[in-house]
C-alpha cells in the first residue's frame, strides 16, 4: 500500500474528549475514529490489524473443532424471558420495533445459541458441538471512557460448546485454556496470567485471562507459588491462592482480555436442550462459553506495547511488515529505486507500507513510521542506494544497518 | 470438512412462518437459521458462501481503489439531524442509550462517513478517495417476509467516493457500474440489468442493477433495442426507454442487487466537507454512494438458481466445490478409498464436503447432496473402487461418468 493513497492521515493531537491511551494511540496513527462514547471506526490500518487479530483467532477455534457462523445482533423479547435475563442484565439495549414488538441488542448470545443448536441435536451422537462466531455485540453503558477497552459497540468472539456430561465440559475447557494462551502469544501479549474469578451458580471458578498493563482497569494477585492470577472478588472471599493456598500474592494491574465459564445446565434447562443417553434416557445437555474481546484485545496490545514515539506493534498483527520509506524522493532516480524495492518485496509476499509521500519531511517520515509502529522500518534514500542497499531498523530497536534487499527478504520470510 | 462432524443438519420441511423462497431453501439446506422475522443467522455452510460473495466484492472494490474499513452501527443523533434525515428517514431505528442521548442504529452511513472523511480531506491533493465497509446495517421494518432479501438485519457492502467535481465524480460512477458487473458475473448471475431509477434532487437518474426473477418484488421495463431496464417510477413518468426512447419495453420481475447514486453535495454541504482547490478557493466534495446487499446477493442467487430437489450453486459461490459422498461405509475398504481420496483432493487444495456419515441410506445422502446443490458431486463405493475411480456428477445436469480421481483433479483445478 502506498501511504499517499491511503486516504487517512496521522494527527499529533487527539480531542480532548478521548481520553483513553489506546484510543489516543491509535487515533493519532490513523487506526480508528471516533464518532461517539465507546463508538469507533475501524480505519483501513486498523481493520487490518483487527483481521489478523480475527484470523489468528479463527485458527485456533479451528483447531479445537470451533465451527465458525454469525448469529445476529437483534433479538427478540423472549428468548431473553426465558432465562430471565430481559430483567437482570444490567446492560442490555432494550426498544420496540415498528412492528410493537421488544428487541434486545445482543450482548452475548447464550440466548439464541441455546435454541438454535437444540433444532441440530437429538443424540448421544451429536455431541459434542463447538461453535463460535466473531460478531459485533451492544452494551448500554452509562460510560464508555476506556477507547477499544469498554464500547457501547464492540466486535467479539464467542464460542459455546455443548457436552453430553461435565467430564466431557471438563476436557474440553481445558483445550479451550490452551487455545487461548497460543493466541494471546501470538497476538504478541507478554504476561498473561490464567486468573481465577466467581464461578456462578454452576462452578466454583470460572476463570479470567489477566494481561499486566501500568494502565489497566482490573486489580489482580499473582501468586508468588504457582504463577496464577486472583481476581479482587475472590480475594475478598478468601485472602490465598485457590489453587495452592499459598498467601503470597503480588498485586498488580491488569486488562482482561478473555474469560472462561463452565455454563453447567443454566441456558439448557430453561430452553429444554436434552439428548437421548446410550441407555435411551433423556439428559440435559452440559454447556460451556469463552469469550474474548476482539477489539478489546487490540486494545490491549496497544496498552502494553508502546514507547514515546508510538506503538510498536507485534509481528503477526501489524497491519504491514515493513514501513519502506523513502526519503530524497524528489529525485527521479530514488524513488525509481524505492520503487523497485516495493515491487520486489511485494512479490516476496511480503506486505509492505510505502511511504512514497513526496511533500513531507524526512522528520515528518519517521515520526510517522514511529507512530504507527510495524515491526521494521527501510529507508531508501540517495545516501542508502548509492550503496546499492537499504537502511533496516526494527521498531523497539536503536541499531540501523545498511543491508542488501536480498538480504532483508531472507531474514523477513522466515 | 467431514459432514459427519458439521453441527447443522437438513430439514425436509420449515416452519409455515417462513414463506419466503430463498429463506425456505436454504433453512432447509441447513445455510441459515430464522431467529426472528427478518433476523437470521449464517451456520457454517451459509457463513462460507457469505464470504465468497463478501470476498469477490472486496477484490471488485479494491481494483476500483476502494480502501475498506469498518464503521459502527450505532449512530448518534446529532449527525442525521445535521441532514435533517432523523425524522424523514422512514426505517430508521432510534432510541435513548443510559446516557439519555439519543442514538439511531445505522441502515446507511453517510451521514459518519462524511464527517470522517472531512479530518482528512483539505486539499485538492487529497482527492479522489472511495471508501467501503461491509456491515450490518439495520431497518426498522414493519414487516419482514422476503428471507434474505429484506431483512430488519442484514449484511450490506457500501462504498462512497468523494471527487474535486462531476466530472471526476462521473467517471468513477462508471468505473463502478463496470466492477458491478463484473461482481454479479463472477458470483453467477445471469440476466442483470443496469436499470435506470429516480435520481433524486442532484441526478436525473441513479442506476439500479436488476436480476431477472420468477419471484422478484420488483417490476422492471427492459428495452428491446438498448437492453437496459427502466423501474415503475421512471415509466410512470415516461413511457419510453431514457436512453434511446423506445417504446418496446417488455415486463418482468427482478429483485434489485446493487444500486449507486450520485450524491452530488447533498451530504458534503451539511457537513462542510470541502477542500482548497489549485486556484486556493473553496470547493464542496462531490460525493457518490454505491450498495450491495451481501446477504440479499445470496438470496437472489438461490432464487435464480435452483431446480426440484434443491439448490445449484454457482462455481465461485459455492460453500465447498465438491460434495464427496461415500456410499457403501460400512465397509471398511469403502470407506478407507474415500478417506484417502478426501486427502488427495484436500491436498490438491480442492474444497470438499464429504458426506462420511455411517447411519445414512444412499437416497438420504444424494437427496442432501441435491439439496446443499454443491457443483461437483463425486461418488465413492463398492462399484467404483472396483475400477479405482469415482462417479463425477455436476449438479444441474444428469450426466454420470466413471473417473480417475487424478482426471477430476485435472478438470477441477483449472
Redesign the interface.
Known amino acids: 500500500m502506498r501511504q499517499s ?5 496521522t494527527f499529533k493531537e487527539v480531542s480532548k474528549d478521548e481520553t483513553s491511551f489506546n484510543a489516543k494511540m491509535l487515533i493519532k496513527a490513523g487506526f480508528i ?1 471516533k ?3 465507546g ?6 490500518l ?2 487490518r490489524t ?1 483481521n489478523k487479530v480475527c484470523n489468528i483467532i479463527r485458527e485456533e477455534m479451528d483447531s479445537i ?1 470451533g ?10 423479547k423472549k428468548v431473553w424471558e426465558k432465562t430471565g435475563r430481559w430483567k437482570d442484565f444490567d ?1 442490555l ?1 432494550k ?1 420496540k ?3 410493537e414488538k421488544e ?1 434486545a ?1 445482543g450482548p452475548t448470545h447464550e440466548e ?1 445459541v441455546t435454541p ?2 437444540k ?2 441435536v437429538f443424540s448421544y ?2 455431541l459434542p ?1 463447538a ?1 463460535y462466531h466473531i460478531q ?1 455485540k ?1 452494551r ?4 464508555a471512557k476506556a477507547g477499544l477497552l469498554r464500547g ?2 464492540f466486535p467479539m468472539k464467542d464460542l459455546y460448546s455443548f457436552h453430553r456430561d461435565k467430564k466431557d465440559l471438563d476436557n474440553y475447557y481445558e483445550k479451550v485454556k490452551e487455545a487461548y494462551f497460543k493466541i494471546f502469544k501470538r497476538c504478541g501479549l507478554k504476561n498473561v496470567y490464567l486468573t481465577y474469578a466467581s464461578g456462578g451458580a454452576f462452578s466454583k471458578y470460572s476463570h479470567e485471562f489477566q494481561a499486566l498493563a501500568e494502565k489497566g482497569e482490573d486489580t489482580i494477585y499473582l501468586c508468588q507459588e504457582c504463577s496464577v492470577g486472583v481476581n479482587e472478588e475472590i480475594i475478598k472471599e478468601q485472602d490465598c491462592c485457590p489453587l495452592c493456598k499459598n498467601k503470597k500474592l503480588k498485586k498488580e494491574k491488569a486488562i482482561e482480555i478473555g474469560n472462561i465459564f463452565k455454563l453447567g445446565t443454566r441456558f439448557s434447562k430453561p430452553f429444554d436442550l436434552s439428548y437421548i443417553d446410550q441407555k435411551g434416557k433423556k439428559k440435559d445437555v452440559e454447556m460451556g462459553c469463552y469469550g474474548i474481546g476482539t477489539g478489546r484485545l487490540m486494545g490491549t496490545i496497544v496498552e502494553t506495547n508502546f514507547d514515546k514515539k508510538g506503538i510498536i506493534w507485534p509481528d503477526l498483527v501489524a497491519p504491514y511488515q515493513i514501513h519502506l520509506v523513502c526519503l530524497d524522493n524528489g529525485k527521479e532516480k530514488v524513488s525509481k529505486a524505492a520503487d523497485e524495492i516495493y515491487q520486489t518485496l511485494s512479490d516476496n509476499k511480503l506486505e509492505v507500507f510505502y511511504d512514497d509521500r513526496k ?1 513531507k519531511s524526512p522528520g515528518e517520515k519517521f515520526a510517522d513510521a514511529d507512530l504507527i509502529g510495524l515491526p521494521v522500518r527501510l529507508v531508501v534514500s540517495s545516501k542508502t542506494i548509492e550503496k546499492n542497499s537499504v537502511e533496516f531498523k526494527e521498531r523497539g530497536k536503536e541499531k540501523t544497518e545498511l543491508m542488501k534487499i536480498e538480504e532483508v527478504i531472507l531474514r523477513l520470510k522466515d
Not at 5 to 9: D, N, R
Not at 39 to 44: A, C, D, R, S, V
Open positions: 493513497k491511503l486516504f487517512t492521515k475514529d464518532l461517539a462514547a463508538i469507533y471506526t475501524f480505519l483501513p486498523g481493520l483487527h473443532d465451527q465458525e457462523m454469525a448469529m445476529p445482533a437483534l433479538h427478540p446492560v439495549f426498544f420495533l415498528a412492528n428487541y441488542l439464541v438454535l443448536v433444532k441440530h451422537k451429536d458441538i461453535v459485533t451492544f448500554n453503558e452509562l460510560r457501547r459497540e511533500d
